[in-house]
């Protein structure tokens, strides 16, 4: 029935056809193989893969009771996450309270940031970066605003290392020290710490191989027409804005690299060529360079690597 009701489509404009077709044949093939195991699961594949194309179908001709008929068994589900996805914007990952991250599963609850796509590009691409960094011996990685601990976890589950994974936030706290047990991770330890308070940096327990960090970037006059009004409401603004220049956490980062004598950073950005420059100039009065970037999945450069110029770098 999803099938049928998904070739409406046919009846719309050409592109979203010949994709409604593909669409419902993938829709099929998995029911097939998941039917009865995972709504949720299919609830994610649908919406977070295809959500331009079904919030097309959707708005011309579905509503929420074609879903409790097309899933009577799940109708009551059915109806309250579509209550809150369309009527109150709440992110699918928030509905659901989990999303995927570089293969593993991740608990995500407002505020606290769901990791993004960007992110499991670059982070993915970094890993072999960080095998060159290791030199035989456990890294030791200062991650900071790890928020649901996604990348202190996917470092922990894939290269040798100890993580201290810092947050100014009590719930994000929480969360990663949770998600760091869903996913069978012992060497990270996560613990609530501002970064901008000098005598709680002096206080973690170094000495660190590398400092990590996707922290918040957004320029201030960029916050009304880069984000959109869902993601204010359901994630936390401390999570994203980066002050007038959205570089703020950059320099402090590299400030807190220096005093803590980390000679590797990895810092994420917003995607823009000037965010890269204005970073890679920071970066060079206080004594890093740039020497790799990292692509995103539009391959625009979304993190570099840094690296103290009288340090020794495995990446050189
Ligand atoms: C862009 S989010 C990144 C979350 C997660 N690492 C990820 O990639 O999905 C930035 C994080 O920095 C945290 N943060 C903001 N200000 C901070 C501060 N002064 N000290 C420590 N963490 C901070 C936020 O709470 C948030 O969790």
């Keep these: 029935m999803v099938v049928e009701r998904l070739l409406f489509l046919n009846r719309l404009q050409d592109q979203p056809k010949r994709y409604a077709y593909r669409?419902?044949?993938?829709?099929?093939?998995?029911?097939?193989?998941?039917?009865?195991?995972?709504?949720?699961?299919?609830?994610?594949?649908?919406?977070?893969?295809?959500?331009?194309?079904?919030?097309?179908?959707?708005?011309?001709?579905?509503?929420?009771?074609?879903?409790?008929?097309?899933?009577?068994?799940y109708g009551e589900r059915l109806r309250l996450v579509w209550a809150q996805i369309y009527k109150k914007g709440k992110p699918i990952d928030y509905v659901l309270g989990w999303t995927p991250f570089?293969?593993?599963?991740?608990?995500?609850?407002?505020?606290?940031?769901?990791?993004r796509r960007d992110t499991e590009t670059w982070l993915k691409s970094f890993l072999k970066d960080a095998k060159g960094l290791q030199n035989g011996k456990d890294l030791k990685i200062l991650e900071v605003?790890?928020?649901?601990?996604c990348i202190a976890i996917t470092l922990a589950k894939n290269i040798k290392c100890h993580v201290t994974a810092i947050d100014k936030s009590d719930v994000a706290v929480q969360l990663a020290r949770q998600n760091a047990a869903l996913n069978s991770v012992a060497n990270v330890k996560s613990q609530r710490c501002n970064v901008?308070?000098?005598?709680?940096?002096?206080?973690?327990?170094?000495?660190?191989?590398?400092?990590?960090?996707?922290?918040?970037?957004?320029?201030?006059?960029?916050?009304?027409?880069?984000?959109?009004?869902?993601?204010?409401?359901?994630e936390s603004t401390q999570a994203l804005?980066?002050?007038?220049?959205?570089?703020?956490?950059?320099?402090?980062?590299?400030?807190?690299?220096?005093?803590?004598?980390?000679?590797?950073?990895v810092l994420e950005l917003d995607g823009s060529e000037s965010q890269v420059?204005?970073?890679?100039?920071?970066?060079?009065?206080?004594?890093?360079?740039?020497?790799?970037?990292?692509?995103?999945?539009?391959?625009?450069?979304?993190?570099?690597?840094?690296?103290?110029a009288n340090a020794e770098c495995g990446l050189r």
């Excluded at 570089?102 to 990791?115: H, N, T």
């Design 23 to 73: 669409l419902s044949e993938q829709i099929k093939a998995r029911l097939a193989r998941k039917r009865g195991e995972g709504l949720e699961l299919f609830i994610h594949y649908v919406f977070k893969n295809h959500a331009t194309i079904l919030s097309e179908w959707y708005a011309a001709k579905a509503d929420a009771h074609y879903l409790q008929r097309a899933f009577p068994s």
């Design 102 to 115: 570089l293969g593993m599963q991740f608990r995500v609850q407002s505020p606290v940031l769901i990791p």
């Design 145 to 149: 605003g790890t928020g649901s601990g």
């Design 196 to 234: 901008f308070d000098n005598e709680a940096i002096r206080s973690l327990k170094g000495p660190f191989d590398l400092l990590i960090s996707n922290p918040p970037y957004i320029p201030q006059r960029h916050w009304s027409s880069l984000v959109s009004p869902n993601v204010r409401r359901w």
């Design 241 to 265: 804005l980066g002050g007038t220049d959205g570089c703020n956490f950059h320099r402090r980062l590299l400030d807190v690299a220096t005093m803590l004598r980390i000679s590797t950073v």
């Design 277 to 308: 420059n204005l970073v890679r100039d920071i970066a060079t009065t206080k004594g890093y360079c740039l020497i790799k970037s990292l692509p995103d999945i539009a391959n625009r450069t979304r993190a570099v690597i840094l690296s103290n």
